[in-house]
């Protein structure tokens, strides 16, 4: 596709639910990452992949956090046992592996917890 | 996680005037980058900088890479409606590494 896309734009569920969010990279990028943006903040790190591994998954706040990128494209970001403060905009980007540090994000996946 | 300092939080501004807005970092960064996010959409890239005491500009926007790789600055000329938004710098340790972004600047514009 043209750039990043997420789904769902949305997401609204209530505490101890489980959660997947989708994140298609631009086409041939081999560099993915996750960051989480609560209200007012900028967007803070939560994973990276480089092909299908995970190369730093620091940014996780806890085991609650899981996220997998079988095929080295299509990556999915899990979430166990909602928390109210899981509540943010999850948002995704991607980068060529030549294109150093120009990250091209997609629109975000709005996450509430009831 | 870590943030970087950016201020002014926010601004106010006549349409044509010129903004400026800085960011600042207790830790190197040979990567800076500015972005400008709008409401419900993911940020956009404006400017990279990849060398220290670089200066860069994209169309009425300038930045410029700190010579301490400590601190970058965005400038904006003649002030447009369409500027409206939040900017947020973001550093970057080494090539593969995750951006670590300020708290953003929102700007407003008054016709």
């Known amino acids: 596709g043209a750039g990043v896309s997420q789904t769902p734009s949305n997401k609204v569920t209530e505490k101890g639910k489980y959660v997947e969010l989708r994140c298609d990279p631009i086409?041939?990028?081999?560099?993915l990452y996750w960051y989480r943006q609560s209200l007012g903040q900028g967007p803070e790190f939560l994973i990276y992949?480089?092909?299908?591994?995970?190369?730093?998954d620091s940014g996780l706040p806890n085991d609650r956090f899981f996220a997998v990128r079988p095929e080295g494209s299509v990556s999915t970001l899990k979430i166990q046992r909602t928390e109210r403060g899981d509540s943010a905009v999850y948002l995704c980007?991607?980068?060529?592996?030549?294109?150093?540090?120009?990250?091209?994000f997609g629109p975000g996946t709005r996450l509430t917890v009831l | 996680g870590q943030q970087l300092n950016q201020s002014p939080q926010s601004m106010f501004i006549q349409e044509g005037e010129d903004v400026s807005m800085n960011c600042t970092s207790s830790?190197?960064?040979?990567?800076w980058l500015w972005y400008k996010q709008d409401p419900g959409e993911g940020p956009v890239l404006l400017i990279a900088?990849?060398?220290?005491?670089e200066l860069t500009s994209n169309g009425r926007l300038t930045a410029q890479f700190g010579i301490t790789r400590k601190d970058s600055f965005l400038n904006i000329s003649a002030s447009i409606p369409s500027d409206v938004g939040i900017y947020f710098c973001?550093?970057?340790?080494?090539?593969?590494?995750?951006?670590?972004f300020g708290k953003g600047t929102r700007l407003s514009v008054i016709a």
């Open positions: 992949f480089q092909g299908t591994g995970a190369a730093d």
């Open positions: 900088l990849y060398k220290a005491g």
């Open positions: 980007a991607s980068r060529s592996g030549t294109g150093v540090g120009e990250q091209f």
């Open positions: 086409s041939g990028h081999t560099a």
């Open positions: 973001a550093g970057q340790a080494s090539g593969n590494t995750p951006l670590v």
């Open positions: 830790s190197i960064f040979n990567t």
